[in-house]
Nanobody, 119 residues
Framework: QLQLVESGGGLVQAGGSLRLSCAAS????????IGWFRQAPGKEREFVAR????????YYIDSVKGRFTISRDNAKNTVYLQMNSLKLEDTAVYYC????????????WGQGTQVTVSS
């Protein structure tokens, strides 16, 4: 099992910034690709960004490109999501998830952290 714990969420005004963290334990963290997902009220969960096991293979959805930055520190078993220029539509519960390189199933999930952007 790989345990994932998100933190860093909160309430922020539009245009502000937050940095989310996803801390892992239980298995060799550097074996896993990590993704960030979010789920807004009344909507399905959507993929936001991912990063490869060694910090390569970074991908973002169009709506966050240029505003969000995903990074990882394998020495600290942590992945970060720096979110700048936040918009009202970024309000959601943010989850991190892990998958083994070369596979497509996100097999480990955290419990989520709430991000609320106010006007």
């Amino acid at each position: 099992q790989l345990q994932l714990v998100e933190s860093g969420g909160g309430l922020v005004q539009a245009g502000g910034s937050l940095r989310l963290s996803c801390a892992a334990s239980g298995r060799t963290f550097s074996n896993y690709h990590i993704g960030w997902f979010r789920q807004a009220p009344g909507k399905e969960r959507e993929f936001v960004a991912r990063i490869g096991s060694i910090g390569d293979s970074i991908y973002y959805i169009d709506s966050v490109k240029g505003r969000f930055t995903i990074s990882r520190d394998n020495a600290k078993n942590t992945v970060y999501l720096q979110m700048n220029s936040l918009k009202l539509e970024d309000t959601a519960v943010y989850y991190c998830a892990a998958r083994v390189g070369g596979t497509y199933e996100w097999i480990y999930w955290g419990q989520g952290t709430q991000v609320t952007v106010s006007s």
